[in-house]
C-alpha cells in the first residue's frame, strides 16, 4: 500500500487522472491526501469533487481557501458571483448538495502518524505548537460540521490578524481559517499578512510562516500546497506540492510506501 499526498488540483480533472495512471493509482489499497484546494480556475471542478466524492474511501482532503469560498457561495446566496461559472456548474448539478456536506465536513489540518506527515493547506501558525493547531483545526472543522451558516456570513476578512487565546468565536474560526488556508507571510511583530504573494525575495520585510520559527527540531513533515510561486520545495521540515498546474506548471504528488525503506518519490504531470 502507498499514500500519495497531491497538491492544488484546482478543477485540473484530467490532469489528476492523469498523474493516476502515472503513480499507477490502485484503488483496491492506495490512500490519497489532497492538499486542499480541489476546485476554480481549472475548468473541471464538478468532475473532480465527482471523482473524490465517488472514492471517499481512498481519499482525505484538507479545505483550501478556494473550497472554502465554494462553500461559502453555496450555503450564502448573497455571496455568489454568477462569472463564475465552474461554480455555476456546480450548483446547478443535481448531485450538488451532496458534494457540498461532504466537501463541509473536511479537515482544516490532517495528522496521519503512520506516515509521519501533517498536511494543511497553507501551514501552521508559526507560534502554535502542534497541540494548538489540531485545537484550532477542531474548533473550524465543528463550525463547518454545526454551524456552516453563522461561519460562511463570518468567514471573509483578514481580522484578527494576531493570535490571542482569549479569541473567541468566529473571531478565534476566523483567524484559524485564514492561517490554515491563506496564511504565507508574517510581519515581524507576529501579525499575519494576507496582502503579499508572489516569490519569498519580493518581500524583504515579510517573513514566510514557515522561517519564523522554523520546524527543524520537530519529527513531524508538514506538507502543504497554497503556495505556487515556491513550486516544488522542501525546507527544513516543511513540504509544498502546489506546482501550479493551473497556471500551467505541473501537478505534484509525494508517494509515501508503507515500507520505511522505500525512499519517497515525486511524480508529476
Ligand atoms: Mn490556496
Redesign the pocket.
Known amino acids: 500500500m502507498s499514500t500519495y499526498i497531491i497538491g492544488?488540483v484546482q478543477g485540473c480533472f484530467d490532469a489528476l487522472m492523469a498523474l493516476l495512471v502515472k503513480v499507477k493509482f490502485n484503488d483496491s489499497k492506495d490512500k490519497l491526501i489532497f492538499c486542499?484546494?480541489l476546485v476554480n480556475r481549472g475548468g473541471q471542478s464538478l468532475e473532480t469533487l465527482r471523482w473524490i466524492y465517488a472514492h471517499q474511501q481512498n481519499c482525505q482532503v484538507t479545505l483550501?481557501?478556494?473550497d472554502l469560498s465554494l462553500l461559502a457561495q453555496y450555503y450564502v446566496k448573497r455571496l455568489r458571483k454568477t462569472r463564475n461559472r465552474e461554480f455555476q456548474e456546480i450548483f446547478k448539478a443535481t448531485d450538488c448538495s451532496n458534494l457540498m456536506t461532504w466537501l463541509k465536513n473536511q479537515k482544516l489540518l490532517i495528522h496521519n502518524k503512520k506516515i509521519k506527515k501533517i498536511i494543511v493547506?497553507?501551514g501552521i501558525y508559526p507560534l502554535w505548537s502542534l497541540k494548538r493547531a489540531k485545537k484550532e483545526a477542531k474548533y473550524v472543522e465543528s463550525y463547518l460540521r454545526d454551524k456552516p451558516l453563522v461561519f460562511f456570513n463570518n468567514m471573509y476578512g483578514s481580522k484578527p490578524n494576531h493570535w490571542s487565546k482569549s479569541l473567541s468565536g468566529m473571531d478565534r474560526a476566523r483567524f484559524a481559517v485564514n492561517s490554515f488556508?491563506?496564511m504565507r507571510f508574517l510581519f515581524k511583530n507576529n501579525g499575519l499578512n494576507f496582502k503579499a504573494k508572489g516569490e519569498i525575495e519580493s518581500f524583504p520585510q515579510l517573513i514566510p510562516w514557515f522561517r519564523f520559527k522554523p520546524y527543524k527540531k520537530k519529527k513531524h513533515t508538514i506538507i502543504i500546497?497554497?503556495?505556487s510561486a515556491l513550486g516544488l520545495m522542501q525546507e527544513n521540515n516543511v513540504i509544498c506540492l502546489?506546482t501550479g498546474k493551473v497556471w500551467g506548471g505541473k501537478l505534484t504528488a509525494l508517494k509515501i510506501s508503507d515500507n520505511p525503506k522505500h525512499k519517497q518519490q515525486i511524480f508529476q504531470v
Open positions: 492544488d486542499g484546494d483550501g481557501n478556494h493547506h497553507a488556508t491563506r500546497g497554497h503556495w502546489d
